[in-house]
């Protein structure tokens, strides 16, 4: 497709779950983004990705959150024993390159909610 | 550290009307900087963009200009219309972070 596309639009789990998030970014992009977004809040980085390597990955909140490229195109954010303080949109985004220049582009991020 | 500080709404005006949404940064570096808007029920699409001091970032009829001395990045419009009811959303971008730093939003609701 032609932007940043996430699965799924929704998402609930019930606390202690296992989810999973999916992001297709734009082809050819070679950076890819996460941000966590909680109610009325502007969005928060967690981890971003070079092609398959995961540059940096300090945003994440706790060792139960973990995200893969492994082949540098699709990426996964996985969030394991999930808390109700999980919930919130889980935004990914994607641009050509490290320059500054270079705009990420969102997805429409997937909406998790933790019952 | 790096942050953005926005005006907080929810901000309500009268179609035509002259918007201003205040947005300040602190910086370690030399960031770039962003206008994103969110409309209800859809992603953030980045509005403007301006990437050294000086610059005015400009689109749809919204500009904001990246003022260095005073740290701003102010979006502005001549006049506004319903279809510009949303989330406004500031945001940094420094190269060696490689992470955008968003401020907490401005919600913008204008009335017919």
């Known amino acids: 497709g032609a932007g940043v596309s996430q699965s799924p639009r929704y998402k609930v789990a019930k606390r202690g779950q296992d989810v999973a998030l999916r992001c297709d970014p734009i082809?050819?992009?070679?950076?890819l983004f996460w941000y966590q977004q909680a109610l009325g809040q502007g969005p928060e980085f967690l981890t971003y990705f070079q092609n398959e390597a995961q540059l940096d990955k300090s945003g994440l909140p706790s060792d139960r959150f973990f995200a893969e490229r492994p082949e540098g195109s699709v990426s996964t954010l996985k969030i394991q024993r999930t808390q109700q303080e999980d919930s919130a949109v889980y935004l990914c985004?994607?641009?050509?390159?490290?320059?500054?220049?270079?705009?990420?582009?969102f997805g429409d991020g997937t909406r998790l909610s933790i019952l | 550290g790096n942050s953005v500080t926005q005006m907080e709404g929810p901000v309500t005006l009268s179609e035509e009307a002259f918007l201003t949404i205040n947005c300040t940064y602190t910086?370690?570096?030399?960031?770039?900087l962003f206008w994103y808007v969110q409309y209800p029920g859809e992603g953030l699409q980045l509005l403007l963009k301006a990437t050294k001091a000086d610059d005015k970032g400009s689109n749809k009829g919204f500009e904001a200009t990246y003022r260095k001395e005073t740290t701003s990045f102010h979006l502005e419009k001549g006049s506004v219309q319903v279809s510009d009811s949303a989330v406004y959303f500031c945001a940094l971008y420094i190269q060696g972070a490689q992470k955008l730093v968003f401020g907490q939003g401005t919600r913008l609701t204008i009335n017919p």
């Open positions: 985004a994607s641009s050509l390159g490290q320059e500054k220049r270079q705009p990420q582009h």
């Open positions: 910086a370690t570096g030399y960031p770039s």
């Open positions: 082809s050819g992009h070679v950076s």
